[in-house]
T-cell receptor, first 114, second 115 residues
């Protein structure tokens, strides 16, 4: 069973545009929602993360929006750049049986055209 | 200075063979993990060790055996390799197992191809 559902599978954006990737979850034990960025041939690296006690977190051009009641969260990349072209994974972790486990979405392949 | 390193980067082997992948972290973290990334890029946790103790074993076939000789190392041994084991295996580490901000640092991955 997929714990975290991610969409779209792929995304093509023009340079300077906004990239939006969406994720949804069901397990209310989740209390930590990171986004990871992976370049070809490399391991995933943490991009930005949020806890459910805030509705938004911004770091530079990257923003996470979090809707606790809808159990959804999304990544917005403003002023998208060709260097942002990578695979993005949302993930979730939390308490109890989910402790220490990062449950990943299936990833979004982002391509930013110059 | 590589934070999480893995060897080898590539591993090509025949079905039925036994192989090992090594992982080392120099971050002083207590917790280490093994993840499997399949051909569709889906990442799934396999194991987690905290202070050399196995904490998570995510219904992985017992052909896979992790070993942690110390907190800085977590190796993965695979017996009787099968075609379906072909994937990229990532080692990761985090400061602790618990806590909402257990940022996990991933290694560069080992691409295993079973022929």
């Amino acid at each position: 069973q997929q714990q975290v559902k991610q969409s779209p599978q792929s995304l093509i954006v023009q340079k300077g545009g906004i990239s939006i990737i969406n994720c949804a979850y069901e397990n209310t034990a989740f209390d930590y929602f990171p986004w990871y960025q992976q370049f070809p041939g490399k391991g995933p690296a943490l991009l930005i993360a949020i806890r459910p006690d805030v509705s938004e977190k911004k770091e530079g051009r990257f923003t996470i929006s979090f809707n606790k009641s809808a159990k959804q969260f999304s990544l917005h990349i403003m002023d998208s750049q060709p260097g942002d072209s990578a695979t993005y994974f949302c993930a979730a972790s939390g308490r109890g049986s989910t402790l220490g486990r990062l449950y990943f979405g299936r990833g979004t392949q982002l391509t930013v055209w110059p | 200075d590589t934070a999480v390193s893995q060897t080898p980067k590539y591993l090509v082997t025949q079905m039925g063979n036994d192989k090992s992948i090594k992982c080392e972290q120099n971050l002083g973290h207590d917790t280490m993990y093994w993840y499997k990334q399949d051909s569709k890029k889906f990442l799934k946790i396999m194991f987690s060790y905290n202070n050399k103790e196995l904490i998570i074993n995510e219904t992985v076939p017992n052909r896979f055996s992790p070993k942690s000789p110390d907190k800085a190392h977590l190796n993965l041994h695979i017996n009787s390799l099968e075609l379906g084991d072909s994937a990229v295996y990532f080692c990761a580490s985090s400061q602790q197992l618990a806590g909402a901000y257990n940022e996990q640092f991933f290694g560069p991955g080992t691409r295993l191809t079973v022929l």
